[in-house]
């Protein structure tokens, strides 16, 4: 009863390729959420959705996508690969915006 | 702009020590105030939270007063163990932003 999960849990590609990460909550939350956390454990928002809507697009590169289907999932998109993306890349989800989230177990994606 | 100030890590205690993580805050609004916890290889969990002034948050042991006047949100434990190693986060929800984390060891 994992209530948010993200596929795959780790990634290792070369650069220039394009890859994708999915989120799925089983939480009913309405609102979803990419963070990405470098080595030093930083941890910055890149994108927040709400209902299926984009609320939140920080600076972020837009070889970054983010898509939401549906209120349960929200993917992350990542063209061009370049070495400078290697980091854990963190969903979560809450009930409303301003309401505790909850994260899924992250994805560490390296590239070479 | 809204910003989260934590203490720099990493911080080392015996167990059994008390513990304060210090968290300070700028904000234009009313924010809402979370402490999480990230233990190695895991994501964030919710630990304690507060949404107004003078509300306490507690779990765990863990505690945090949202104080207003000093636009503060410390986190404090009595007596912390080996397994409250780990990585904290203070967050602010307003806009959303994270401290940078602090890294705590404890020594058996």
């Known amino acids: 009863d994992t209530a948010v999960s993200q596929t795959p849990k780790y990634l290792v590609t070369q650069m220039g390729n394009d890859k994708s990460i999915k989120c799925e909550q089983n939480l009913g939350h309405d609102t979803m959420y990419w963070y990405k956390q470098d080595s030093k454990k930083f941890l910055k928002i890149m994108f927040s959705y709400n209902n299926k809507e984009l609320i939140i697009n920080e600076t972020v590169p837009n070889r970054f996508s983010p898509k939401s289907p549906d209120k349960a999932h929200l993917n992350l998109h990542i063209n061009s690969l370049e070495l400078g993306d290697s980091a854990v890349y963190f969903c979560?989800?809450?009930?409303?915006?301003?309401?505790?989230?909850?994260f899924g177990p992250g994805t560490r994606l390296t590239v070479t | 702009g809204d910003s989260v100030t934590q203490m720099e890590g990493p911080v080392t205690l015996s167990e059994e020590a008390f513990l304060t993580i210090n968290c300070t805050y700028t904000a234009t609004g009313y924010p809402s105030l979370f402490w999480y916890v990230q233990y190695p290889g895991e994501g964030l969990q919710l630990l304690l939270k507060?949404?107004?002034?003078?509300d306490k948050g507690s779990n765990k042991g863990f505690e945090a007063t949202y104080r207003k006047e000093t636009t503060s949100f410390h986190l404090e434990k009595g007596s912390v163990q080996v397994s409250d190693s780990a990585v904290y986060f203070c967050?602010?929800?307003?806009?959303?932003?994270f401290g940078k984390g602090t890294r705590l060891h404890i020594l058996p």
């Open positions: 507060a949404t107004k002034a003078d």
């Open positions: 967050a602010l929800i307003l806009k959303i932003i």
């Open positions: 979560a989800s809450s009930l409303g915006y301003y309401n505790e989230q909850y």
